[in-house]
């Protein structure tokens, strides 16, 4: 046995100059141009067969003549540059995502097991019904654990996203509205400064009146301010519950109350849904719409940003509202209902086809892998983590409000108070400790915001390890003169700080071959 | 619960730090009325991984996918054969667990990838610039037409007879509740009838179909300078991506933005969901642009990075003054997007849409000749439309328990108009064989 294998060399030079490298690449941190930069016309990817002999062209006068300009690369070329390209990016497969109101939990590979299953992934979303029963089993089977889990009547499948559900749930509010003759006049929506900005954007497109409502000392939707808001010409209130501060709504229950005392209605933003799911009814807190992220309670992937799916848990007093298409049971199995029915007011279309069905699949696989049981149980981890969190940052950082919190946990930052150093740089110095740094800057009711978001998926000795980071990084920030480390933070990632300034005012949003070379004088004769 | 890394001597200790005797003193916040003393009822418990695959299993096998019978279904979602590195690279975790890449210094691979995409989807429709995706081409079709509004400051959209029911059905759902006028003529095999006819000075845009929803390739070069003279925009929605492979762009024909449905490359048909929607405009309308923009700059040691730009457009900044409420792309269908393009490259994509269109055609051929049946499209790419003597879905129904997965018949597509009840679109790809056109051939023949 070669004992001088992996044994660690120690340095007795002393101190060596940076490290400057001939490839530009650090060892693991490759440097990869675009994949426009790498292409050398004759190689290939896809082998594709050769067409049938004899095959008549029907494109008439629309050949494409022109080249497309796409780079041509071979299969090892393509596979390297994606999986360097992967290296360069942090996932929840990564380590600890403290990213607050994102709820990035772990996303079981089950999931993306049983989605591909072809019964799943290999049917068309037009095929006879017949031979697709078992995948409207499925959304219907997936409604089913929506609407017990929330306690509401009905679920509209189709929305492709949360803004997308928001989107469906405050059309069903205003088609309920219109049903009634007070289309004309009720176009105003209350919505908390806290909000997401989904929901004033959501309200904007649909003509509505935004109506800030301003937050209390505790961090909860002012009362006071919020009754004297109400009026004939309310739509409705937008309020997300557990709210974006991490905190419960106490009052929601008199909120949901007063806003239907006045003829308008309850949209609830289940963006944090995960934080009571189990636990909670929705349907007991008096909600007439909400949209759950299978993408956040229910962990199917982010993906980079998408895709997502929006499912909208709708009131008796919605449901005759909800869109098309929708999956029916009747005698001869299940039926998927493409237009207007007899007893239905469908307000229409949202998208194209039947819904997010890769993403069903992975929220049902999710579901019944914890069951009822484990659902209680993971928000109430998720709870816990978060709590643990704040009370063992509390004397070093500054709570926004006191505890206890749902599953997040805010902080602001008074106590970066004189260091110089900002919310922002406490947040960059956080990636060179290794994690993805906590939600900033938002809510944008409390000052210099950091809303850490654990998640249940995290181990008491990965919070400890994250906690202990943020303590140093707390403590060392408080010693003073250390506000040009800060700022400078990131050092360790493959890119630096960027420049977003330049790339908004000279956007280049698009790779273009260099131009050719202006011919010179000699050239030119 | 394997999802659970918590042990109850973990929860004892972090309760012990908290301050908290039990988790239920957490929840104090919660309305008394409204907390559940346990597990909600009804559902079943925690199940291992092998429990779970037996009944999705179970319900999968319920299901005849397109791959078990000869399948010549499209209308918006094509079956394409995907390489297996796509999903190999899709389903890195460093992708498939990223968020949103809102810090660029730990998200330059999901950047860099989305300004791939952005250039490829420029390149593909003969556009100047292209967003990061959206949800597919129907929603895609809503924000482009709501773009138009925005640049023209007009509210009128018309849509073409020949534009596919549901983008159709989505812009007027939006039409009704946003509160813009939409002007749909009733289905016709020439998309571009009546269209001049309706345009006016409230018109923002005009939405066409490219290849129409029955196949058909039209020339748009004259619709364009109509629309471009009563100051409307055009906008082009394409349901078949692959192919722009082998016809002419419709950024040479004049659209000014130009949507699509990108399922096709890289992603399989899931029916229906997740797809990517594609979303490409004249440069001048950049900041009118809805979704997600990947953008090019430098970092602090003036290396070249990717950050996400112009989100002053967006809900986030923005909030109610935002051009769209539209917060996630779809990001992992745009990677799978980016890696199968990247693997066909000019020639691959040349080749596999030769192929498509072979295809088509050796499969029109065949139809042609059986007794009944009229081709009613005359210049296309891999979908063509027929006449047949009888109901179109009957047929379709027939069909499928003998094998075959022979098209979308209008009355799916239109159940409104008898009109389009005899009306069968089918589609050819790569997927299909000459013994999958023979077979439909003949049982088609059986069936009428």
Redesign the interface.
């Known amino acids: 046995m070669d004992k001088s294998q992996g044994r660690v060399a120690r340095d007795t030079a002393g101190e060596l100059p940076p490290v400057v490298t001939h490839s530009g690449h650090r060892g693991l941190q490759l440097e990869?141009k675009?994949?426009?930069e790498q292409?050398v016309?004759?190689?290939?990817?896809?082998d594709?067969?050769?067409?049938?002999q004899g095959?008549?062209?029907?494109?008439?006068?629309?050949?494409?003549?022109?080249?497309?300009?796409?780079?041509?690369?071979s299969?090892p070329q393509?596979?390297r540059?994606?999986?360097r390209?992967?290296?360069?990016?942090?996932?929840?497969?990564?380590g600890l995502?403290s990213?607050g109101s994102?709820t990035?939990k772990?996303?079981?590979r089950?999931n993306?097991?049983?989605?591909?299953?072809?019964?799943?992934?290999?049917?068309?979303?037009?095929?006879?019904v017949?031979?697709?029963?078992?995948?409207l089993?499925?959304i219907d089977?997936l409604a089913r654990?929506l609407k017990?889990?929330t306690g509401m009547p009905a679920v509209a499948m189709s929305p492709?996203?949360?803004?997308?559900g928001?989107?469906c749930g405050m059309?069903a509010i205003?088609?309920a509205i219109k049903a009634k003759g007070e289309g004309e006049t009720r176009r105003r929506v209350l919505v908390p400064e806290s909000a997401?900005?989904?929901n004033?954007?959501?309200?904007?497109?649909?003509?509505f009146t935004?109506d800030p409502i301003p937050a209390d000392a505790r961090g909860r939707v002012d009362l006071a301010a919020f009754e004297a808001k109400l009026g004939p010409d309310v739509a409705a209130i937008m309020l997300t519950n557990p709210n974006t501060c991490g905190?419960?709504e106490?009052d929601?229950?008199r909120i949901a109350d007063l806003v239907h005392k006045a003829g308008g209605y309850f949209y609830c933003d289940g963006a944090n849904y995960n934080a009571?799911a189990?636990?909670?009814?929705p349907a007991?807190?008096g909600v007439d719409a909400m949209h759950i992220n299978l993408h956040k309670t229910f962990?199917t992937?982010?993906?980079?940003?998408?895709?997502?799916?929006g499912p909208v848990v709708l009131s008796a007093a919605l449901a005759p509202f909800a869109?098309?298409p929708y999956v029916v049971h009747g005698k001869d199995g299940f039926r998927l209902v493409?237009?207007k029915e007899a007893g239905a007011a469908p307000?229409?279309?949202?998208?194209?086809?039947?819904?997010?069905?890769?993403?069903f699949?992975r929220a049902?696989?999710y579901?019944?892998?914890?069951?009822?049981?484990?659902?209680?149980?993971?928000s109430?981890?998720a709870?816990?983590?978060a709590?643990?969190v704040?009370?063992?940052l509390k004397d070093v950082m500054t709570p926004a409000f006191e505890?206890?919190c749902?599953h997040e946990a805010l902080f602001d930052d008074r106590f970066l108070k004189d260091t110089g150093v900002s919310t922002l740089d406490f947040a960059?110095a956080l990636?060179d400790e290794g994690y993805?740094?906590m939600t900033m800057y938002?809510p944008l009711v409390v000052h210099g915001a950091m809303l850490i978001e654990p998640t249940?998926?995290?181990?008491?000795d990965?919070l400890d390890a994250f906690i202990a980071s943020l303590r140093h990084l707390a403590a060392l920030a408080k010693q003073g003169n250390q506000a040009a480390h800060f700022h400078?933070a990131?050092r360790l990632?493959?890119?630096?700080?960027?420049?977003?300034t330049?790339?908004?005012r000279q956007?280049?949003?698009?790779?273009k071959p260099a131009a050719p070379p202006a011919p010179t004088a000699q050239a030119a004769e | 619960m394997r999802y659970l890394p918590h042990t109850e001597a973990d929860r004892e200790a972090m309760l012990a730090a908290i301050g908290a005797k039990s988790v239920d003193e957490l929840f104090v916040d919660v309305p008394a009325e409204a907390r559940l003393a346990g597990p909600v009822a009804g559902l079943s418990t925690t199940k291992s991984e092998l429990e779970v695959e037996r009944i999705l299993g179970a319900m999968a096998a319920k299901n005849r996918p397109a791959g078990a019978m000869a399948s010549f279904m499209g209308s918006g979602a094509y079956r394409h054969h995907v390489p297996a590195s796509v999903d190999y690279i899709v389903q890195r975790g460093e992708f498939l667990t990223s968020y949103t890449p809102y810090q660029p210094e730990i998200a330059q691979g999901t950047l860099q990838y989305l300004f791939e995409f952005q250039t490829q989807v420029a390149l593909l429709t003969g556009m100047e610039v292209a967003n990061a995706s959206m949800y597919d081409a129907a929603t895609a079709a809503v924000e482009a037409v709501q773009m138009a509004n925005r640049v023209t400051r007009r509210g009128k959209a018309i849509l073409s007879g020949a534009l596919h029911p549901h983008y159709r059905e989505t812009i007027e759902t939006h039409g009704r509740f946003s509160g813009f006028d939409v002007a749909a003529l009733p289905a016709n095999l020439d998309g571009l009838a009546g269209i001049e006819a309706l345009l006016d000075a409230k018109t923002s845009c005009v939405v066409v179909q490219y290849p129409n929803v029955f196949g058909r390739l039209q020339d748009l070069r004259g619709l364009a300078a109509a629309c471009q003279k009563a100051g409307a925009l055009l906008i082009v929605a394409i349901p078949e991506i692959v192919s722009m492979g082998a016809v002419v762009p419709p950024g040479d024909m004049g659209a000014d933005i130009v949507v699509a449905e990108g399922q096709s490359i890289g992603n399989a048909l899931n029916f229906g969901g997740p797809y990517v929607g594609l979303f490409a405009a004249k440069e001048k309308y950049l900041r009118q642009m809805p979704g997600r923009l990947c953008g090019e700059t430098v970092d602090a040691d003036g290396k070249r990075g990717f950050v996400l730009t112009l989100s002053t457009r967006e809900q986030h900044i923005r909030r109610e003054k935002a051009t769209s409420n539209i917060c996630t792309n779809s990001g992992l269908c745009a990677l799978a997007f980016t890696v199968h393009l990247s693997l066909l490259g000019e020639t691959g994509l040349k080749r596999l849409a030769a192929l498509n269109h072979a295809m088509a055609t050796s499969l029109e051929a065949k139809l042609a000749r059986v007794k009944g049946v009229k081709v009613l499209t005359d210049a296309y790419f891999n979908e063509f439309a027929l006449e047949l003597p009888r109901d179109a879905a009957e047929v379709v129904d027939k069909l499928a328990d003998k094998g075959v997965l022979a098209g979308v018949p209008g009355g799916r597509l239109w159940p409104d108009d008898p009109s389009m009840a005899r009306t069968l679109i089918v589609a050819a790809t790569e997927t299909n064989t000459l013994a999958d056109i023979d077979l439909f051939a003949a049982k088609l023949a059986e069936v009428l």
């Open positions: 990869e675009l994949i426009f292409g016309p004759g190689r290939i990817g896809v594709v067969p050769n067409p049938p095959a008549a062209d029907k494109l008439g006068a629309f050949a494409r003549k022109e080249p497309i300009g796409l780079p041509d690369l299969e393509v596979v540059h994606f999986t390209l992967s290296q360069k990016n942090y996932g929840i497969d990564s995502f990213l994102c990035m772990h996303n079981p089950l993306e097991k049983m989605a591909r299953l072809p019964g799943f992934a290999d049917i068309h979303p037009l095929q006879p017949k031979t697709v029963q078992g995948a089993e499925l089977e654990w017990t889990l492709a996203a949360g803004a997308h928001e989107l059309v205003w088609a997401h900005g989904t004033p954007a959501t309200a904007a497109m649909l003509g935004v905190l419960f106490t929601i229950k009571i189990g636990r909670v009814r007991d807190l962990s992937p982010h993906g980079g940003g998408g895709p997502g799916s869109p098309l493409e237009t307000f229409g279309r949202l998208k194209g086809f039947n819904g997010q069905m890769g993403m699949v049902l696989a579901m019944l892998s914890h069951g009822a049981d484990g659902i209680r149980r993971a109430e981890d709870v816990l983590n709590n643990y704040h009370a063992r505890g206890p749902m960059k990636i993805h740094p938002f249940e998926s995290e181990s008491k990965s400078a990131p990632t493959p890119r630096r700080r960027l420049d977003e330049r790339a908004a956007p280049i949003l698009r790779w």
